[in-house]
């Protein structure tokens, strides 16, 4: 099993930059991806951005060129760089660990808030 926790969110003024960190209890190495997913009020969950095991990376076109993930696989950690935040980018940010046949980890999530 993996537990995931993230860290990194907070308030930000519009145009400005947060790193969001997801720390795994496991070796993310079993995760065939990571991936971070975000959730505003009264909307459903989106993907954000994810990573393969492979080092291959995919991002929503809402944050392209603003976003960038990455993995650290000797600290069992993903992280999201955000710069040019706009206050549309407000939302829970969720890490997820999937596994394929073996299911699909989430952490318990990381607020953003982005003031205009």
């Known amino acids: 099993q993996v537990q995931l926790v993230e860290s990194g969110g907070g308030l930000v003024q519009a145009g400005g930059s947060l790193r969001l960190s997801c720390a795994a209890s496991?070796?993310?190495?079993?995760?065939?991806?990571m991936g971070w997913y975000r959730q505003a009020p009264g909307k459903q969950r989106e993907l954000v951005a994810t990573i393969t095991s492979g080092g291959n990376t995919n991002y929503a076109d809402s944050v392209k060129g603003r976003f960038t993930i990455s993995r650290d696989n000797a600290k069992n950690t993903v992280y999201l760089q955000m710069n040019s935040l706009k206050p549309e980018d407000t939302a829970g940010y969720y890490c997820?660990?999937?596994?394929?046949?073996?299911?699909?980890?989430w952490g318990q999530g990381t607020q953003v808030t982005v003031s205009s």
């Open positions: 496991g070796s993310i190495v079993s995760c065939n991806a």
């Open positions: 997820k660990c999937s596994r394929g046949f073996f299911g699909d980890y």
